[in-house]
């Protein structure tokens, strides 16, 4: 589950802290063994009846490092480089479990995102919400 919940949290981040959490990672002697690179993905998706489809392709930008041994892979959508490059480290260093103080420090980074992130998904759906229109209370519906 801390997989999944690093993807998101990196994927949504604003540059600022993407810059944080390179910073962060600067601390850790790691080892880039991919650069960012872009390139394309077939994107599949399910439609309502659960049949599997081809969407089209995407633009991705993926990356992978080495921290201490344990190797660590990133992909996000678009060209965001520095968002793959955070994604692969944190993966790896999360992986690799230590120094436990810097693993602690990015996971308390991710969770400020992941805050605002849900903060400001909070907000859309507030919006989103006020401009609903009820048929069943319209008069002479």
Do not use: Y
Not at 73 to 96: S, Y
């Amino acid at each position: 589950m801390e997989s999944h919940d690093t993807t998101v949290a990196v994927v949504g981040m604003e540059a600022h802290e993407v810059a944080e959490l390179l910073e962060l990672l600067g601390a850790e002697e790691m080892t880039v063994t991919r650069p960012p690179r872009t390139g394309l993905i077939m994107m599949t998706v399910k439609d309502s009846f659960e049949t599997e489809f081809h969407l089209g392709e995407v633009l991705v930008t993926e990356a992978a490092v080495s921290v201490r041994g344990s190797e660590g892979f990133g992909t996000v959508a678009g060209e965001e480089p520095r968002k793959a490059l955070a994604r692969a480290a944190t993966d790896a260093l999360l992986r690799a479990g230590r120094p436990e103080s810097l693993c602690k420090a990015v996971r308390a980074c991710l969770a400020r995102a992941r805050h605002r992130q849900a903060a400001r998904l909070a907000d859309e759906a507030a919006l989103t919400a006020a401009t609903r229109v009820r048929f069943d209370l319209m008069p002479g519906a």
